[in-house]
């Protein structure tokens, strides 16, 4: 029997440094024990796993401990949600009249996506890396609405240093060259320099159609710790960063303490912004080494009612109108039309189709086949790009940054007017673009009579005619569309 005290329990949980949280054979988190006074003196924990059979998803799990001063079973409703960096619930699922005995333990499979929250909302739900996760559950028979509040705190420990890597006479590195790179030290996290590397050396690896790739190996002869990521970047002389890459790196007590990497931009990309990138032909890289030092450490406490509880409260009784379309799409809920690929079907909504592309619209209005036969075939697109096609057109979402892959979808979108991707794509082509690229980029402006984009590529290789003119892609570029290739010739010739 309930009695008149009963309140509601609600917990918010932080998580810090959460990517480094799962590696090697780690595979779940705990919170620490929280005691439910207020819900048959209950004790409970939290948990987040990531499971080989759904690698897409984290699964969050509610367990009750195996002793407590409880009754052998509970009923509870319950709801869990992911909280944004402002607060407010951004994924969210629900539990009604749910029986809980001694040891059970209840999961969420969907409820954190590892692309959302290591990608494309990677600010919204891992802000300064930590994630956020907030759990209110009562008995079923509870009507007040009172409700007692704990935080938790979990914390794996890490150490961050940042160093610079300095390189002298960079246009003289040729392909099979290694040469060693001075190493100075900016910041240590904990004010000591624990984990400093030993040398480092840049390399050129064998040249390629005017793309020179460079590898970094950056060798440790002190521990380093069980687990260690990489971030290495440019800065040119604006102060403006580009990013070489991440990279993780895993070892055991045998195992080799040398971080090899090859680095997004090639010896050609920096040459052909020297200016920028290569002041006095110096080369410098800033290098942030982050290293997984300890364990998870635990604190917990009573908390006041706050901001973030009230948006809980408020958020909880309706997910984003994105999330809500993109899981209708995902579960292939009342889909009532194919696009067909050939290999693939993917089944969708007319109603979105039609709505985010007058072409689809024009199909599904008029007295056409597609209406007649719900299918849609699309044998001039592959699996993949359609796709990603489908996930812009339910979550306003482009997750692909790969040249080929953007390429393709910016082609899908001109085909069906969605001009808002189109715009997209042409920003991501922009900032990926290398010299190796530019002939296809300027032959996919011209194909798709997008006049901005083409002014954007024709003076790229004006700007970068060294190392493009002359190479494999603008020779064929002559022979397939002379015609395409004379402003480019004309303007470097002027400058």
């Known amino acids: 029997m309930v009695g008149k005290d009963d309140k509601r329990f609600a917990i918010t949980w932080k998580i810090k440094n959460f990517s480094y949280c799962f590696y090697g054979e780690r595979q779940t988190i705990e919170s620490p024990e929280f005691y439910a ?61 749910t029986e809980f005995s001694k040891g059970t333990e209840k999961g969420f499979q969907k409820l954190l996506e590892r692309a959302a929250l290591f990608a494309t909302r990677k600010e919204e739900f891992l802000p300064e890396d930590t994630l956020t996760v907030h759990c209110q559950f009562w008995e079923v028979y509870t009507t007040s609405t009172e409700t007692e509040y704990v935080s938790a705190l979990s914390q794996r420990a890490v150490d961050r240093e940042l160093f610079l890597l300095t390189l002298s006479d960079f246009s003289e590195l040729n392909p099979g060259d290694s040469s060693e790179v001075n190493l100075q030290m900016l910041f240590s996290e904990d004010g000591t320099c624990m984990f400093f590397p030993d040398r480092a050396h840049l390399s050129v690896m064998e040249r390629n159609d005017y793309e020179e790739k460079l590898e970094l190996c950056i060798f440790f002869d002190d521990d380093v710790g069980e687990f260690f990521s990489c971030k290495i970047s440019v800065f040119d002389v604006e102060g403006q960063k580009l990013n070489c890459g991440k990279f993780d790196f895993h070892y055991d007590q045998y195992g080799p303490r040398i971080l090899r990497c090859v680095l997004l931009p090639t010896k050609w990309d920096l040459m052909a912004k ?34 973030e509880d009230l948006y809980f409260e408020a958020e909880c009784t309706s997910s984003s109108a994105l999330d809500d ?112 690229q530019a002939c296809d980029l300027l032959v996919l402006a011209d194909m798709h009579r997008d006049y901005d984009l083409k002014n954007f590529a024709q003076d790229f290789i004006s700007e970068n005619d060294e190392c493009i003119l002359g190479s494999n892609s603008w020779m064929e570029l002559e022979q397939k569309n002379p015609q395409l290739a004379i402003k480019p010739c004309v303007m470097s010739t002027r400058v």
């Open 325 to 436: 379309f993109k899981n209708i799409y995902s579960d292939g809920f009342l889909c009532d039309v194919d696009l067909q690929t050939g290999a693939e079907s993917f089944p969708a909504h007319k109603v979105v189709l039609s709505a985010r592309s007058p072409v689809f619209k024009a199909m599904f209005v008029n007295d056409m086949k597609e209406t007649v036969a719900k299918r849609v075939d699309l044998p001039d697109l592959d699996g993949g790009t359609v796709r990603r096609l489908l996930l812009y057109m339910y979550s306003d979402a482009v997750e692909c940054m790969e040249w080929d892959s953007v390429r393709n979808l910016y082609a899908a979108a001109d085909k069906y007017a969605i001009e808002s991707l189109k715009t997209k794509c042409s920003t991501i082509l922009k900032g990926i673009l290398t010299p190796s």
């Open 37 to 97: 006074e207020n819900v048959r003196q209950t004790k409970w924990i939290l948990k987040i796993s990531q499971e080989d059979a759904l690698p897409s998803h984290f699964t969050v799990l509610i367990k009750r401990a195996e002793e407590d001063y409880g009754p052998a079973s509970v009923k509870l409703n319950l709801k869990i949600c992911v909280l944004s960096n402002k607060g407010f619930s951004v994924k969210r699922e629900d539990l009604v009249n």
């Open 274 to 307: 020297e200016s920028l990138y290569l002041p006095a032909d110096t080369l410098t890289f800033h290098c942030e080494l982050i290293i997984v030092t300890g364990g998870v450490s635990h604190l917990i406490k009573d908390s006041p009612r706050r901001m």
